[in-house]
């Protein structure tokens, strides 16, 4: 059985008093496996994420990290978002070392880290470059960068993808799990792309539509050896995304 690291129970988000937006989602994630959540516009899964994140306080139930109750954000977790949240002002160097600031780290070791990171994704030579001059893929290396100094062991992402345009996210995804046989990480990774989702995913856990609930959990297990395009053209693969594609058809009317 896998180890779990964090388990959300019962989670029920109402806004404004009458909005519901989620209601008993139970979940465990695996420790080291990439989960997707995956669900139409406007089901829940920002809400969710924001929950696990700390940003949101539930209207019931719990987040568990190592069995332990969350009060509110954390080291151990760390955001990734769609819009990629860089400070336009600042540059790569600064924008990938603005998450150490906050935990105290001295000048020397942020640019250190930083500097390790931004090579990790692609990025070295690109330190002193502003956000406005760079491609959106470089944009969003340089969030993920950012996110992987904090050294959390949960990455909480948000359609970080979806700004990009189809050649980029295909790259961008390829990268990803390349980091990520590098770096020991949970991640949790919001998408409504059912291609994304399967690509990347240990688990897929699909939400039904308003309010969002878990309408069932997939397991794709996918040969993630060679090349992405043939990765897609593998039965599984496509045999998958059908399936998920035929249930996701009957909560979105
Ligand atoms: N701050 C908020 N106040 C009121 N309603 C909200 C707020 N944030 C989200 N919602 C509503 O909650 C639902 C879920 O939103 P969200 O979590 O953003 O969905 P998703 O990320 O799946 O598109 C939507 O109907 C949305 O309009
Ligand atoms: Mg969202």
Sequence with gaps: MDDIILKTEDIGVIYDGSIVALENVSLNVPTGKLTAILGPSGCGKTTLLKVIAGLIEPSTG????????????????????????????????????????????????????????????????????????????????TGLARALTVNSDILLMDEPFSAVDEQMRRKLQEDLLELLKIENKTVIFVTHSIEEAVYLA???????????????IVYPEIDRLGEIDLIRRQPRYVELVDEIWSSLKSYVE
Excluded: C
Aim: charged share 25%; net charge positive; proline share 5%.
């Design 62 to 141: 719990t987040v568990k990290i190592r069995g332990k109750e969350i009060i509110g954000p954390g080291p151990d977790r760390a955001l990734v978002f769609q819009d990629f949240a860089l400070l336009p002002w600042a540059t790569v160097l600064q924008n990938v070392a603005f998450g150490l600031r906050a935990q105290g780290v001295s000048k020397r070791e942020r640019e250190k880290t930083s500097l390790n990171y931004i090579k990790e994704v692609g990025l070295s030579g690109f330190e002193d470059k502003y956000p406005h001059q760079l491609s959106g893929g470089m944009r969003q290396r």
């Design 202 to 216: 240990d688990q897929v856990v699909i939400l039904s539509g308003r309010p969002g609930s878990i309408a069932e």
